[in-house]
């Protein structure tokens, strides 16, 4: 069994918590002193740093929000002066107030060394040569494969948004033998090997690291017998780091939660009370080691569950279930986070278009054309030249909204249904 950090991934979990507890400390009088939203958040609630004293205690503060986020955009969620952030990202797709996250040097340098835990744990080597197929423009965590391949001495190809025959050149020209893409990208690279008649055993790959979209076990056995080779999960937070929450091990009995950087709870969706271990629920994470952007019981919306078995692998840390549902209506394409509420937003602010739509992703489809949003007009709008430039209109507004190429669809007002997913 390979370790990136042996001597916290397969720590004894009492002296984990201690390291928790001693971390949680810092991190509240952090928060507690450099950031109004949490110093008025436990004024409000009678609370001092003091009464903050372990993990247990954790549940007398009120969970952070997306929404909260938001309403202290751009910089009232830092904890530290703007000196210190060396980088700020930005997440495309959210609704409202966008989000600036900020990241100090300490901040990159754990995040790097946590994507190269993932890598090592799924048995990548100096000797791999990875190949980075997402959009280094819009998903904030393609970079992070490149920091974490560096740290281990992996060689990196970051082949980005080239189409699959590209993509399926560079792999066998340059002998890559990891994969790192969205699932449903994989998909599509390998129905073009179909295609064009290319068996996976022309190809030198044997590992694939596939996240920012949900993908089911289904899906799993197609992409390791179509590329020939072990398909791992991973998984992140956007308003945390994405990817370098967790990752599966070479086990694939769940995705270890990195609980030296991140405390996670499990609890019910609309009563907000904590569920027991095993219980399926919302994941909430408290950010143990973070300093521009500490965020305290952030509510993520993905739904899994825990389990602190001890792992065939060795590793201590806990588990979470793969997670393929939220608990909000947010999904992802291609890596890109999209709300129902914003494409409301977006046609609500056009004349001529009804406030109903209907969308459906296609997950196997591959990069083009994903995502199709079929919006109602008014019967005057859908004459001639009219109809045409409102088509344009609602097209424009939605891929600059959004961030991605929408295939739009227009009717003559009639009902239609929310979110349909196929
Ligand atoms: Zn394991």
Known sequence: MALFSPETETMNRCELLDLQNERLGILINHAYANVRFYRNQFDAAGLNPDDIKTLDDLKKIPFTTREDLMDNYPYGMFAVPLRD??????????????????YTRE???????????????????????IQVAFNYGLFMGAFRFNQGAELIGAAVVPASIAPADVQIRI???????????????????????????????????????FGAEPWPESARGIIEEGLGIKAYDIYGVTELIEPGISGECTEKAG?????????????????????????????????????????????????????????ACGRTLVRMNRTFKRTDQMISVRGINVFPEMIAEVLSGIEGIGPEYSLAINQHAGMNDKLKICVEASPE????????????????ALRKALGLRVQVEMKKGSSLFLVDMV
């Open 85 to 102: 952030v060396v980088r700020l990202q930005f997440p495309l797709g959210h609704y409202g107030n966008p989000i600036v996250i900020g």
């Open 107 to 129: 901040d990159l340098k754990i995040w790097r060394e946590l994507v190269a835990r993932i890598m090592v744990g799924v048995g990548i080597t100096e000797h791999d040569i």
């Open 171 to 209: 792999m066998r020209d340059f002998r890559s033998t990891v994969l790192v893409s969205t699932p449903s990208f994989a998909l599509h690279i390998i129905e073009t090997m179909r295609t064009q008649g290319i068996d996976p055993k022309e190809l030198s790959l044997k590992i694939g690291l």
């Open 255 to 311: 995705l270890h939660i990195f609980e030296d950087h991140f405390f996670p709870e499990i609890i019910d969706p609309v009563t907000g009370q904590p569920l027991i271990e095993g219980e399926e629920g919302e994941l909430v994470l408290t950010s143990l080691t973070t300093s521009a952007y500490p965020l305290l019981r952030y509510r993520t919306h993905d739904r899994t569950a825990l389990c602190t078995k001890p792992c």
């Open 381 to 396: 709008s859908m004459h001639g030249e009219n109809e045409a430039a409102l088509h344009e209109k609602v097209q424009s």
